[in-house]
């Protein structure tokens, strides 16, 4: 009976061995991913940063945009005002050219009638 104790003993202790051995190399295993997951971390954070540079610069840009789209309709303004300032001036000349004729018309009718 003590020899099959022992028996089951060494037993017992060559397993414990073995999932000793496995345990440690899951272990090592988990240290590898763990590293792998520190290098993703890292990355990430690399990444992240990147986005906030670029969200940034996005902003500048629609701001510039915002800026050009503005001064634009500005200038379009002042460039319709400067078109109506012309066309007003070539109407006042006709309509005092048309008065003028006008004129000129009655006093030949008149002329004509005496």
């Known amino acids: 009976m003590e020899s099959q104790m022992m028996d089951l003993l060494i037993?017992?202790?060559e397993r414990l061995e073995?999932?000793?051995t496995r345990l440690e190399g899951v272990d090592t295993r988990l240290e590898g991913?763990?590293?792998?997951?520190k290098g993703v971390?890292?990355?990430?954070?690399?990444?992240?940063?990147?986005?906030?540079g670029i969200d940034t610069?996005?902003?500048?840009?629609?701001?510039t945009v915002n800026r050009i789209e503005a001064s634009q309709a500005e200038d379009v303004i002042s460039m319709l005002k400067l078109q109506k300032k012309k066309t007003d001036f070539?109407?006042?000349?006709?309509?005092?050219?048309?008065t003028e004729?006008?004129?000129?018309?009655?006093?030949?009718?008149?002329s004509i009638e005496n």
């Open 11 to 13: 037993k017992m202790s």
């Open 57 to 63: 610069r996005l902003i500048r840009v629609e701001d």
């Open 41 to 52: 971390d890292t990355r990430l954070e690399g990444v992240e940063s990147q986005l906030k």
């Open 18 to 20: 073995r999932m000793d």
């Open 90 to 98: 070539e109407v006042e000349y006709l309509n005092n050219r048309i």
């Open 101 to 110: 004729m006008d004129k000129r018309l009655f006093n030949i009718e008149k």
């Open 33 to 37: 991913v763990e590293s792998q997951l």
